[in-house]
């Protein structure tokens, strides 16, 4: 019931910064939790960064160096990605969490490519 459209993904040199955008069809007040993945080449998709209830996670390998954020208004969930590097290169999916019925629903974005390159 939830679509979500990723964009904002592109190429960009080692150490430079980029910001992916998600914009949901649902109000990110009705959301639980809001996500990002990532999924590069031969390798399975991983958990890149989770929003939900005021509280933000990353994983290890992007702390410090990407910030997950949302606005409401705009149903719109961010990965700022800063000093990006050849590893982060991959499909970014943004992921949304609904609750009904006592049980977690998940929705999947179509996803965007970024390649870190020189």
């Known amino acids: 019931q939830v679509q979500l459209v990723e964009s904002g993904g592109g190429l960009v040199q080692p150490g430079g910064s980029l910001r992916l955008s998600c914009v949901s069809s649902r109000s990110i007040f009705s959301i639980n939790a809001m996500g990002w993945h990532r999924q590069a080449p031969g390798k399975q998709r991983e958990l890149v960064a989770i929003t939900s209830g005021g509280t933000t996670e990353y994983a290890d390998s992007v702390k410090g160096r990407f910030t997950i954020s949302t606005d409401n208004a705009k149903n719109t969930a961010y990965l700022e990605m800063n000093s990006l590097e050849p590893e982060d290169t991959a499909v970014y999916y943004c992921?949304?969490?609904?609750?009904?019925?006592?049980?977690?629903?998940?929705?999947w974005g179509q996803g965007t490519q970024v390649t870190v390159s020189s």
């Open positions: 992921n949304a969490r609904i609750v009904g019925n006592s049980t977690y629903y998940y929705y």
